[in-house]
C-alpha cells in the first residue's frame, strides 16, 4: 500500500481522435497518468488477481456478472456487467480500517429496484438534455424524455440499464475487465449505431484506470461518465456527506432554470454558495438562502473548471491534467483527488436519496461526474459533445484516494 493508499481511479480524459486529414477537437490521449512517480511503489503483499462469478439474473433471463479485482497490496475493486457498474471499492482509513466507500448494493435485485444509478456507466450522454431534443446537421433530434419533460442520463434504458459483455485479463500485474456494448441506431432516439467499451483496470500502483472508446456511423452527441456515490467515511458507518471538506478549481459554474437545465450562463462563484475555491465543508452552505440551492434542493450543479472550457464547437481545451476536485473527510482522514482534462464536473450532494426507496439516506454520497457541460447540443457557446463517422472517442479516467 502506497502512503498515501493510492488508489488511482476514475480520472476523467476526454478526447476525439480524428481519422486521416480531420483536425483535433478534443484534447489528447497522451498525457501521463495522474500522479505518475508521485508516490513510491512498495514491494506487492499478494498476488494480483481477478475473479469471476455470477451476480443474479435479469427479469428476462439474462445473466449478470459480478468480477473482482485485488490489487497486489490488497486493494478490492467490485465491478458488474448490468451498467458497466462499480460496485465497491475498498480502503483503508488512517488507523487501517478497511472500508467500502462508494454506495452499492450486495444483490442484483436492488440494484434494479433501488439503484440511482449508483456506480454506473451512464450514457449515451450524461446528465439532461432539454425537452429531449437538439438540432443537429439541420435535422431535429427527439429523445426519450425520462426526467419530466427532459432527458437524463440517456433515456429510459440508458447505458447504466443495459448489460455489457465483460472479459476479465491479467496482464503483468495489471488486472481487470474490458466491457463492450453496442448501441443500436435509434436507441432512445440516438441517430447512429455507437459500438462503446470500458476497459477497468487495477494496476501495480494502485490505479484503478477507466478507459472509454466509442465509434460511431452517424453524427451523435456523446457524454460518457461514472455516476459513483462516494462516502469517504465507509458506507458501513452510515452518516451523510456534510463535513467532507471539498475544494473546486473553478470560477464559474453554469446556473440552471427550475428543471436543472443550464440557462447559457456561465456565472462565477465568487460571493456564492458555489464557492469552493478553497476547501469548504460541503454542508456548510447547502441549505443557504440561494435560488439556485432552492432549485436543486441543494448542490446539484455543473462546474466549469479553470482552464478547461472552450469556444463555441470547440473541444475540452486542456493540454495537460489539472486538478479538479480535492476530498478530505476529517475522522477517517481519507482524501480523493480528482484530475481530469474534461471542462466541466457536475457536483451532486445526493439531496434526492431516500433510506425507503434507495437504501440511503438524503445526502449519504457525492458525486464529482467529469463531463462536458449539461444540454451543449443546445448551446453553441459550450464545448462539442457531436462525435462523427470517422473519429474515435476515448476517454480516461482516474480518482486517486489516499489518507491524511
Not at 114 to 134: L, M
Not at 199 to 226: Q, S, V
Amino acid at each position: 500500500m502506497r502512503t498515501r493508499c493510492a488508489v488511482a481511479a476514475l480520472l476523467a480524459v476526454s478526447s476525439v481522435t480524428p481519422g486521416a486529414g480531420q483536425p483535433q477537437t478534443r484534447g489528447h490521449l497522451d498525457a501521463p497518468a495522474a500522479g505518475a512517480g508521485a508516490f513510491a511503489i512498495p514491494p506487492a503483499t499478494r498476488t494480483a488477481a481477478v475473479t469471476r462469478t455470477p451476480f443474479g439474473r435479469l427479469p428476462d433471463g439474462t445473466t449478470v456478472d459480478r468480477f473482482t479485482l485485488i490489487g497486489e497490496h490488497g486493494i478490492e475493486v467490485g465491478l458488474m456487467s448490468y451498467g458497466a457498474t462499480i460496485v465497491s471499492v475498498r480502503t483503508p482509513d488512517r488507523a487501517g480500517r478497511v472500508d467500502d466507500i462508494v454506495l452499492g448494493f450486495d444483490t442484483l435485485e436492488a440494484y434494479l429496484t433501488k439503484s440511482r444509478y449508483f456506480g454506473a456507466v451512464v450514457g449515451r450522454y450524461g446528465n439532461r438534455i432539454a425537452g429531449g431534443r437538439f438540432p443537429l446537421d439541420g435535422a431535429a433530434i427527439r429523445l426519450t424524455t425520462n426526467s419530466g419533460a427532459n432527458h437524463l442520463h440517456g433515456g429510459n434504458k440508458g447505458f447504466d440499464k443495459v448489460v455489457w459483455k465483460g472479459e476479465p485479463f491479467d496482464r503483468h500485474g495489471s488486472v481487470g475487465v474490458v466491457f463492450t456494448y453496442t448501441s443500436p441506431d435509434g436507441e432512445e432516439g440516438y441517430p447512429g449505431a455507437l459500438k462503446a467499451s470500458v476497459t477497468c483496470t487495477l494496476t501495480p500502483r494502485d490505479e484503478l484506470m477507466l478507459e472509454y472508446r466509442a465509434t460511431t456511423d452517424k453524427a451523435t452527441p456523446i457524454n460518457l461518465t461514472n455516476h459513483s456515490y462516494f462516502n469517504l467515511a465507509g458506507r458501513e458507518r452510515g452518516g451523510d456527506i456534510l463535513q467532507h471538506l471539498l475544494m473546486l478549481d473553478a470560477d464559474r459554474y453554469t446556473p440552471t432554470d427550475d428543471n436543472l437545465i443550464p440557462t447559457g450562463e456561465l456565472a462565477p462563484v465568487q460571493g456564492t454558495p458555489f464557492d469552493f475555491r478553497t476547501p469548504t465543508a460541503i454542508g456548510a452552505r447547502i441549505d443557504a438562502d440561494h435560488e439556485q440551492l432552492r432549485r436543486g434542493r441543494g448542490y446539484d450543479h455543473n462546474f466549469v473548471l479553470n482552464g478547461g472550457a472552450a469556444g463555441a464547437g470547440g473541444g475540452s481545451g486542456r493540454a495537460s491534467l489539472h486538478l479538479a476536485a480535492h476530498v478530505v473527510e476529517p475522522t477517517t482522514g481519507r482524501t480523493l483527488d480528482v484530475e481530469t482534462k474534461e471542462p466541466g464536473v457536475q457536483f451532486y450532494a445526493g439531496n434526492n436519496l431516500d433510506l425507503a426507496r434507495n437504501g440511503f439516506g438524503r445526502r449519504s454520497g457525492f458525486c464529482l461526474e467529469t463531463q462536458h457541460f449539461p444540454d451543449s447540443p443546445n448551446h453553441s457557446n459550450f464545448p462539442s459533445t457531436i462525435l462523427r463517422p470517422g473519429r474515435t472517442f476515448e476517454s480516461k479516467t482516474v480518482f486517486t484516494f489516499g489518507v491524511e
